[in-house]
């Protein structure tokens, strides 16, 4: 699952990508740091335009099929990449609107006991990335929406949680950024786990956990010592 992340420095996430696909892409105006982006948060998405990639707001959470009339829409915040060429919900995006969501680390919580433990991740020296994601046009039910895709655990991760977000930077930015079907061998192979050797992790404060807070705090240092812990 990947239900939270921090963007609290977009200019260098959207020059990092723009760099990779060799197109300028300006930082919004628009935008401010968020450092806990949760769904129905609008966020910038990379997404091909009529005149090649650009940036675009966009809220998180795909509208899941319609339920009883009044009902409150069911939000999807992700999409599994082992099954997303098939689910209903997804194929048509995964065909023709792949797109990129720009990040400087992501959120798991790992449950100890009764506990549910913050942990922040990054690339390591705090390098930005992308998440592989994919996108809907906007309709009667909202704006324009994306989704992250997940996949298997890395190292780093699998203590933690059984699904992390995929995660793009150099060359696989540009592969996955488009609108023409992937072949099964690139799809799979652009939606691997990274590497954990490129990423770290720690701990972080409580106060991430409500997804109402938002601000420096959530990249706060945990209010007590974690109990001893091997992240290999």
């Known amino acids: 699952m990947c239900v939270r992340y921090t963007l609290h420095k977009s200019d260098a996430a959207i020059a990092s990508i723009s760099k990779a696909l060799g197109s300028h892409l300006d930082n919004p105006?628009?935008?401010?740091?968020?450092?806990?982006?949760?769904?129905?948060?609008?966020m910038p998405v990379v997404?091909?335009?009529?005149?090649?990639?650009?940036?675009?707001?966009?809220?998180w959470g795909f509208v899941a099929q319609e339920g009883p009339a009044g009902a409150r829409?069911?939000?999807l915040a992700n999409a599994r990449a082992e099954?997303?060429?098939?689910?209903?919900a997804f194929r048509q995006a995964a065909a023709a609107r792949r797109c990129l969501v720009p990040a400087n680390g992501f959120y798991e919580w790992?449950?100890?006991?009764?506990?549910r433990l913050p942990f922040l991740f990054?690339?390591?020296?705090?390098?930005?990335?992308?998440?592989?994601?994919?996108?809907?046009?906007?309709?009667?039910?909202?704006?324009?929406?994306?989704?992250i895709l997940t996949t298997v655990p890395n190292d780093l991760m699998a203590p933690i949680h059984d699904r992390m977000p995929v995660?793009?930077?150099?060359?696989?930015?540009?592969?996955?950024?488009?609108?023409?079907?992937?072949?099964g061998a690139e799809m799979a192979g652009l939606t691997r786990p990274l590497d954990s050797a490129?990423?770290?992790?720690?701990?972080?404060?409580?106060?991430?956990?409500?997804?109402?807070?938002?601000?420096?705090?959530?990249?706060?240092?945990?209010?007590?010592?974690?109990p001893e812990f091997d992240f290999g």
């Open 47 to 59: 997404a091909c335009g009529p005149s090649g990639p650009e940036v675009r707001p966009m809220a």
């Open 198 to 226: 490129r990423m770290e992790c720690r701990r972080v404060s409580r106060f991430v956990s409500n997804s109402r807070h938002e601000g420096p705090e959530c990249l706060g240092p945990a209010e007590e010592e974690p």
């Open 73 to 75: 829409p069911r939000l």
């Open 122 to 147: 990054t690339l390591r020296g705090g390098e930005p990335f992308a998440f592989a994601g994919l996108w809907e046009p906007a309709g009667t039910a909202g704006p324009e929406a994306f989704c």
């Open 110 to 115: 790992q449950a100890r006991g009764r506990e």
């Open 167 to 183: 995660l793009l930077g150099g060359g696989a930015l540009g592969r996955w950024l488009g609108d023409a079907p992937l072949g």
């Open 29 to 42: 105006d628009w935008f401010e740091p968020r450092f806990n982006a949760s769904l129905t948060s609008v």
């Open 83 to 88: 099954t997303v060429t098939r689910m209903p």
